[in-house]
RNA sequence: AGUCUCAUAGCUCAGUUGGUUAGAGCGCUACACUGAUAAUGUAGAGGUCGGCGGUUCAAAUCCGCCUGAGACUACCA
């Protein structure tokens, strides 16, 4: 063995200094701006787009945030070292209602409180200052998690130019004719004023049981030719049962939905206030919720309270446009207040039979369900209820009155009450009682809402649905079910989409409308707006205030301050024509922001042309959570679709949840969240992210466990040290530096794992190409843990422990660098540290030697080009063979262990029977190897018919399962039944005849597998289609050869202990007192010893007494070692 | 309520187009190995593959229903 060098050509490597590495590496990729130059280094052209989906900072990354983008940086390094320049512009989502509410909960106010006790400008300029409040948090998270982001130009949502693009794009839908004005049933908090999104719904304890009364309301029929008609009968006089837990609703009921395939009764009753004799239509499956089963009669007769008669039945079909008389007439509800039809049945499939009567009273203003199956049907609506939740003019006795006690009024009744009562006396209520369910309520003043018709602006994408659905056939939706299952069905089922919000902190819609209300103009630029500004101020429409603000918004533009937002928007007032347009006050819904970024990220169209644009857009891919669906990959989705009618991206990842280790939803709120940073800190960046992406594929959810990581760096960062720091032992010593030009191997084992190298780089390309990282990373460890390290290393140790240089140990130095440096390429997206820190101590020494610029000589592994597998290194026969190798050795160590043989006590042979003459070829080729490693002298094969061991044959079922069907149970028995004798006749013939119950089948011997069984008379192991037998005998020289060989192991392990050098030399005395087995074992092998343990003397004396003395096998001796 | 996903060892997960001993890692127990050593090997215990039914010669795998967990959307008259 060489000398200790001087300086060390590769630097040493623990696994505690792992964060250290982290550090050092990141200060180096910034020092020499390595990320550019990933994008600098790659042809232009050749782009692969990847959109950044823009978080919000408004408050602390999670850990799930780690979770989605190691996998967006995974595959963006992959594509980068396969040569794509991959633009990763960051971006800031910086409007919308969380930040609203933040901001309200700061300030200690409600949206109400806006525009009175803090002005609008205010307001907005507080959110600003709050959505990037934690900008620096992200960015350093960013950083430290090695995710490669161009956070130095990210786009950011309330900048005028992205702004102004997200108008334009308003604009070109608005040309389309895509937009309309119409209103959405919202929940709505009258005590409040104002909308809630669901979002507040969602707040915990926003849901009460609240006791409400409730009410089953008789709807006198008008039409009752149509009902004795359905029935086949003959009455004068019936009523339809609805049921209603909101009574209040019931003046403005203006439909009855039925469900087309239920059953439904006219029943015969009294009416329990009244005891009048009525008929009542009701759901057969509901008629014993109101009327006891007890009480059934058979017969018609004078009818006794509680009695009731079922007189026939028919389908909810039947009954549809049905006129009845309005329930609650009034003024203000009179027909010809109803913009559209009323007061008729309909068929709704929504109908169930769980509760109330199977009829369901539609109030189309109150309800989002009625409103849809109230348009479907034509049905036209009543809004008896002002904004502030009272009833309007015209409802005589109840106008003016609350719905619900929002101000909490002394005297207050609810007007339910004095409805039902009503609803009472004149016969038109059949049941009236409390009923306690969970309702609504709005989460600042804990009063109920109301679903209230509000104002609001549409895209009409019912109307692009059929684009919608082929351009998401071209999308990649990985996992394939998201995007045909959750996101097709939702576009199967689309609704327009409501795009405006009436808040305050967000981009202006672009939208101005007339005093009518009907004509409304859009706006899809800044120089647009200016023009139409002084148009506008040319004309005499306006009054001064009006001319003021216009002049005052217009100095803004002029001047560098200018901001988009409101208030400043709201100022302007334009004229066209004969007609003035104020500015709708809303905002846009955040998502159409982001939805916006492929054009609004560029400052397309104003800094960036169409045929600019089409080089980044459509994104080749994108990555968010699951949760996204309906979110950010609807509006990129959809936005894309109404501009270009192409999809917004080609492939994309719905990456799965993050749950904590009880599969639970991490929240502040149940504590059990995870600190990213800290779970940096603590195991390293590379750990986290290889732990996420080994855990699952992409696209199922994770259950985080820090334990998980942990052993993440401890299993496979762990080997991967140990086996660097293999290599930079000897290859420090030798002073190794690899020459690529020149490397055949001829080494069995070298041969084997640069195939399996091949193999790998193969393997890992192909799943990461269908983005299934998941795969790929598992064959990463496979081959790192099972095959370089515990085999290829251990089996090769030998190589580097020689004393002096050979083509062989120059072999195995190769290969393992090659293996090393290849690997660190093929891991570096998913560890992007300390396979860069690996790459550049490893091929530092290289830069000097190489004669050009190679794949080796790169300043980082992350401008390295993807190892390009050597197909000719691919041998999978070989690779085949050590698998053999594996099992072999496995199972020998298994019968050593069963016999209690310890590995260094050599044996004389095992035995292999086998079953082909050609398979003797390819253990010999291993021979060697499996000698080593079981310590073992010969391998015996047992050639097929030397009758030293039984055979074993099975059906082959795949192929045999097709000719045989039914018989394959049977025909199994008979042929797990065949002896050796018969199995051996039938390996002569290619085909022969099988009788099973009574019939004969052809087959031919190859759909028989034929397997090794025991050996009479040996101790045997089977796994696999392997059969080895051990000869346990000992002789006097095995016995000293393991005598020997223990002594080594106890010098080694003393040497080890007093921490000599690996390069030390010592002399021993030994003092075997008197054991002459010792003594002759010594003897002979004297050399061997000497040689193992770097011995230069070794001398049999004897030692005093109370010498140290060490065990073998019971046996005690006396030893001295010194260091020379 | 609808749409979708998931359910395999104590834990985290594999299991290719249905094919006959259902695998790995962790953890536990025992033994061994050890000049890579906070590493490693071998073995053991641990599974009616959530339940029921169906298709098939053959089901963890395909189909139906149910149960449980989760996500999203909507909302209960």
């Known amino acids: ?398 106008s003016g009155r609350y719905v619900k006690d929002y101000k909490d009024e002394q005297d207050y009744k609810a007007p339910d009450i004095d409805i039902v009562i009503s609803l009472k006396t004149q016969g038109k209520a059949f049941n009236v009682k409390k009923y306690i369910h969970s309702y609504p309520h709005c989460w600042r003043t804990d009063k109920p809402i109301i679903y209230y018709p509000l104002d609001a602006w549409f895209i009409r994408t019912s109307q692009i649905k059929s684009q919608l659905i082929n351009n998401n056939h071209k999308i990649n939706w990985y996992p394939e079910s998201t995007g045909s299952g959750r996101f097709g069905q939702w576009l199967e089922n689309i609704q327009d989409w409501n795009f405006s919000r009436s808040r305050f902190w967000g981009i202006p819609i672009p939208i101005w409308i007339d005093e009518s209300q009907e004509n409304f103009m859009t706006i899809g630029s800044i120089s647009e707006l200016k023009a139409l500004i002084e148009e506008s101020l040319s004309s005499n429409l306006l009054n001064e205030t009006e001319k003021q603000d216009n002049r005052k918004f217009l100095d803004k533009l002029h001047s560098a301050d200018i901001d988009l937002h409101k208030p400043y928007i709201d100022w302007v007032t334009l004229v066209q024509g004969d007609k003035k347009y104020k500015r709708v006050s809303d905002v846009l819904d955040v998502w159409f922001d982001s939805g916006a970024m492929p054009y609004a990220q560029h400052h397309y169209p104003f800094s960036m042309d169409d045929a600019n644009l089409q080089k980044f857009f459509p994104a080749d891919f994108i990555a968010e959570g699951v949760d996204q669906t309906r979110g950010w990959f609807y509006t990129l989705h959809v936005l894309s679709t109404i501009l270009f009618d192409t999809p917004a991206y080609k492939n994309v990842i719905s990456n799965g949840l993050l749950l904590d280790s009880q599969g639970e939803k991490m929240s502040k709120r149940k504590g059990n969240v995870v600190d990213p940073f800290k779970a940096i800190e603590t195991y390293g960046a590379d750990s986290l992210r290889w732990y996420i992406v080994s ?95 515990n085999w290829y290393v251990r089996l090769s140790r030998r190589r580097f422990w020689k004393n002096y240089e050979t083509q062989d140990k120059i072999d195995a130095y190769q290969t393992l660098y090659l293996n090393l440096v290849t690997l660190s390429q093929i891991m570096s997206p998913f560890a992007p540290f300390l396979s860069d820190w690996l790459y550049i101590n490893l091929t530092k020494s290289h830069h000097q030697v190489a004669k050009r610029n190679t794949n080796y000589t790169l300043e980082s592994v992350h401008l390295s080009n993807y190892p390009k597998a050597n197909l000719d290194l691919i041998d999978l026969e070989l690779e085949k063979t050590v698998d053999m190798a594996q099992n072999i050795c496995s199972l020998g160590l298994s019968l050593r262990k069963k016999e209690k043989i310890k590995v260094r006590q050599p044996l004389n042979k095992i035995l292999i029977p086998i079953l082909k003459e050609e398979d003797e070829a390819l253990i010999r080729k291993i021979e060697a190897l499996v000698k080593a490693e079981l310590n073992i002298k010969t391998i015996d094969i047992v050639p097929p018919n030397s009758g030293l061991f039984q055979k074993k044959a099975k059906p082959k079922f795949k192929e045999l399962g097709k000719i045989l069907g039914k018989d394959m149970g049977k025909a199994q028995e008979i042929i797990q039944a065949w002896t050796t004798e018969e199995i051996s006749k039938i390996e002569t013939m290619s085909e022969f005849d099988l009788d099973v119950n009574g019939k004969t089948y052809r087959i031919h011997s190859a759909q028989i597998e034929i397997l090794t069984d025991d050996m009479p008379g ?70 061997y010893i000497m040689e193992e343990v770097l011995a230069d003397n070794l001398s049999m004396t004897a030692l005093p007494k109370d010498s140290e003395s060490i065990d073998i096998n019971d046996i005690y001796i006396n030893w001295k070692i010194f260091k020379i």
């Open 695 to 789: 855990n699952s594929a992409p696209w199922e959810n994770i259950k985080f466990d820090l334990k998980g990581v942990e052993e993440t760096k401890r299993k496979f960062f762990g080997t991967l040290v140990n086996t660097y720091s293999f290599f930079t032992l000897y290859a420090n010593l030798d002073q190794f530096i690899y020459e690529e030009n020149e490397f055949k191997p001829t080494h069995e084992l070298d041969r084997w794992i640069l195939s399996k190298l091949n193999s790998l780089i193969l393997e890992v390309a192909s799943h990461l190409d269908d983005y299934d990282s998941f795969k790929a990373i598992r064959a990463i460890q496979n081959y790192l843990d099972r095959h370089l390290s």
């Open 1 to 398: 063995m060489n000398q200790r060098p001087e300086k060390s050509i590769y630097p040493e490597l623990n696994i505690n200094q792992l964060q250290q590495i982290e550090a050092d590496i990141l200060k180096f990729w910034k020092d020499k701006a390595i990320f550019q130059k990933s994008l600098d280094s790659k042809e232009p052209d050749n782009r692969f787009n990847f959109y950044e989906g823009p978080p919000s900072a408004n408050g602390m990354p999670g850990i799930h945030h780690v979770v989605g983008r190691t996998y967006k940086d995974l595959f963006c390094r992959y594509k980068s070292l396969q040569g794509f320049a991959v633009p990763r512009k960051g971006g800031w989502d910086t409007h919308g209602l969380p930040i609203e509410l933040q901001v309200e909960k700061k300030l200690q106010i409600t949206k109400e409180d806006i525009g009175k006790k803090i002005s609008i400008e205010d307001y907005n300029q507080a959110c600003k200052e709050t959505v990037l409040e934690f900008q620096h948090v992200w960015e350093s998270l960013t950083e430290q998690m090695g995710y490669w982001l161009d956070l130095e130009n990210p786009y950011i949502t309330y900048k005028n130019e992205y702004i102004e693009s997200v108008w334009h794009i308003v604009k070109e839908i608005a040309n389309k004719n895509l937009i309309y004005r119409g209103y959405t049933i919202q929940p709505y908090s009258p005590a409040a004023g104002t909308g809630l999104s669901t979002h507040e719904l969602n707040q915990p304890g926003a849901y009460k049981e609240v006791s409400d009364t409730t009410a089953v309301a008789c709807f006198e029929i008008l039409e009752i030719d149509k009902v004795n008609a359905a029935f086949g009968i003959s009455i004068e006089k019936a009523f339809f049962l609805a049921w209603t837990t909101t009574p209040w609703t019931l003046p403005a009921n203006t439909a009855l939905a039925l469900g087309p395939e239920i059953n439904y009764s006219i029943v015969k009753s009294l009416n329990p206030y009244t005891k009048e004799v009525q008929h009542y239509i009701l759901a057969t499956d509901l008629i014993e919720q109101w009327f006891d089963a007890k009480h059934l009669l058979e017969k018609d007769k004078n009818l006794e309270e509680k009695e009731y008669l079922v007189l026939a039945q028919t389908k909810g079909k039947q009954l549809s446009q049905i006129a009845y008389h309005q329930l609650m007439p009034f003024e203000a509800n009179a027909p010809q207040k109803i913009n559209g039809a009323c007061f008729h049945t309909i068929l709704g499939q929504f109908v169930t039979t769980t509760d109330g009567t199977g009829i369901v009273h539609i109030a189309p203003s109150f309800g989002a369900d009625d409103r849809k199956v109230a348009n479907e049907n034509g049905i036209g609506e009543l809004k008896l209820v002002d904004l502030s939740g009272k009833f309007i003019d015209g409802l005589d006795w109840l």
């Open 1018 to 1087: 040996f101790t045997v192991a089977r796994d696999q289609g392997i059969t080895i037998a051990l000869d346990l005998t000992l002789d006097q020289s095995l016995i000293e050869e393991g005598i020997a060989r223990e002594l080594v192991n106890r010098i080694q392990n003393f040497r080890k202990e007093a921490q000599f050098e690996v390069t030390d030399r010592i002399n021993i005395t030994l003092d075997t007192i008197g054991n002459t087995e010792f003594d002759k074992a010594i003897e002979t092998y004297r050399t």
